[in-house]
Antibody
Framework: QVQLQESGPGLVKPSETLSLTCTVS????????WSWIRQPPGKGLEWIGYIHYSGSTNYNPSLKSRVTISVDTPKNQFSLKLSSVTAADTAVYYCARVVEYSYGSRWFDPWGQGTLVTVSS | AIQMTQSPSSLSASVGDRVTITCRASQGIRNDLGWYQQKPGKAPRLLIY???SLQSWVPSRFSGSGSGTDFTLTISSLQPEDFATYYC?????????FGPGTKVDIK
């Protein structure tokens, strides 16, 4: 079955760029949408954005000016870049597959295990 | 953005209890709503999509209902493995938004 694994630095300095990669195994990335979601410690979930394997993207307006999601189909990976980070960006970052089971209707499954990124000097 | 609210924010229940969690959207979202279960230190897992369709692994004691703005997740007989936080998620339009979560713990 499809599995996702996040990777990247666990510590990022304020004002720098957070970069994470999600590696997809057990299936091809060349289908579906692929998403990033984050969860600050002890808080709820926030959708960051997603990318179609073709490269089209949609971002949360609250983060849009700082977010880039890209896909690397030969490597079966997709990536997140979040620029100008502050302490408020400290969170567990999850990647997930997004399945459009009906036109305009989706589910998020499976998810990666998540990776904690701390923003601190 | 569509705002999602959940009630209660937390509840204490015993094994065997019937539990109902409510999710409300700030505008109509058809049935474009999913429920996700998250256990401590773990990633969320999809329980229900399209408001009432169970994902393949989900036991039949879970059920979902609703359409438009009001939705419910019901656990007919709470089991020890069901103690977790439950989130609703609307995927009707962008940005997709989660409810704040309902924590179900042991009474």
């Amino acid at each position: 079955q499809v599995q996702l694994q996040e990777s990247g630095p666990g510590l990022v300095k304020p004002s720098e760029t957070l970069s994470l990669t999600c590696t997809v195994s057990g299936g091809s990335i060349s289908s579906y949408y692929w998403s990033w979601i984050r969860q600050p410690p002890g808080k709820g979930l926030e959708w960051i954005g997603y990318i179609h394997y073709s490269g089209s993207t949609n971002y949360n307006p609250s983060l849009k000016s700082r977010v880039t999601i890209s896909v690397d189909t030969p490597k079966n990976q997709f990536s997140l870049k979040l620029s100008s980070v502050t302490a408020a960006d400290t969170a567990v970052y999850y990647c997930a597959r997004v399945v459009e089971y009906s036109y305009g209707s989706r589910w998020f499954d499976p998810w990666g295990q998540g990776t904690l990124v701390t923003v601190s000097s | 953005a569509i705002q999602m609210t959940q009630s209660p924010s937390s509840l204490s229940a015993s094994v065997g209890d019937r539990v109902t969690i409510t999710c409300r959207a700030s505008q109509g979202i058809r049935n474009d709503l999913g429920w996700y279960q998250q256990k401590p230190g773990k990633a969320p897992r999809l329980l229900i999509y399209a408001a009432s369709s169970l994902q393949s692994w989900v036991p039949s004691r879970f059920s979902g209902s609703g359409s438009g703005t009001d939705f419910t997740l019901t656990i007919s007989s709470l089991q020890p493995e069901d103690f977790a936080t439950y989130y609703c998620l609307q995927d009707y339009n962008y940005p997709f938004t989660f409810g704040p979560g309902t924590k179900v713990d042991i009474k």
